[in-house]
């Protein structure tokens, strides 16, 4: 079974540019969720998507935003980006409430 | 505001020794604690806790929660040199009326085994 993938594994941008991330949830799961992790800290909640639709989001400005997909693969897009955005995020997706499964990340730079 | 607190957020010992990892937990609607490795990117899951005093156990690692007190512990004994990663604690939390969860995380604890 395919863990969870995300793309790009990297991601260079200046500031003011936006940034599109990538996952695909485990073959079954529907919900996916983002974390952004700055480095020397620790995950922090960004958006949960389930079945389409956005059901939660952490305290980041409107500049995070995404979607998900009829396929449940989700998207996240980071506009005007600033150089604290800089980050590695991590996409998790679970079938029901058990589960959790964290993809590699993507490292996001911005210069 | 929910908040998850891990001590130390570094350790560094050597090879053979027993290592114990603190996490304590101010949330709502608590509803399990999960403890997670993070070596280099994506954190892989170790234990989940639901229930006080039940210690879970996995080879060298074992963690136990107390739901009174608002804690974990994660303890991991004649630590190896590739124990060394982040270890990271989580709370899944509710929100019962929107149909709403999510894991709040700690720091992170960064663990260095010296051979």
């Known amino acids: 079974e395919a863990g969870v993938t995300q793309s790009p594994t990297h991601l260079i941008k200046t500031r003011g540019q936006q940034a599109t991330l990538r996952c695909s949830p485990i073959s079954g799961h529907t919900s996916v969720y983002w974390y952004q992790q700055a480095l020397g800290l620790g995950l922090q909640f960004l958006l949960w998507?389930?079945?389409?639709?956005?059901?939660n989001r952490g305290n980041f400005p409107p500049r995070f935003s995404g979607r998900q997909f009829p396929n449940y693969s989700s998207e996240l897009n980071v506009n005007a980006l600033e150089l604290e955005d800089s980050a590695l995020y991590l996409c998790?997706?679970?079938?029901?409430?058990?589960?959790?499964?964290f993809g590699s990340g993507t490292r996001l730079t911005v210069v | 505001e929910d908040k998850v607190v891990q001590s130390p957020l570094s350790l560094v010992v050597h090879e053979g020794d027993t290592v114990t990892l603190n996490c304590s937990y101010e949330?709502?609607?608590?509803?399990?604690l999960l403890w997670y490795k993070q070596e280099k990117k994506a954190p892989t899951f170790l234990f989940m806790l639901t229930s006080s005093g039940i210690e879970k156990k996995s080879g060298r690692l074992s963690s136990i929660l107390d739901k009174k007190e608002l804690f974990s512990i994660l303890n991991i004994t004649a630590t190896q040199t590739g124990d060394s990663a982040i270890y990271l604690c989580a709370v899944e939390t509710s929100y019962l009326s929107q149909g709403a969860q999510k894991l709040v995380f700690g720091q992170g604890t960064r663990l260095t085994i010296n051979p």
């Open positions: 998507y389930d079945e389409g639709e956005e059901r």
């Open positions: 949330v709502t609607n608590f509803r399990s």
């Open positions: 998790a997706s679970i079938l029901g409430r058990w589960g959790y499964t």
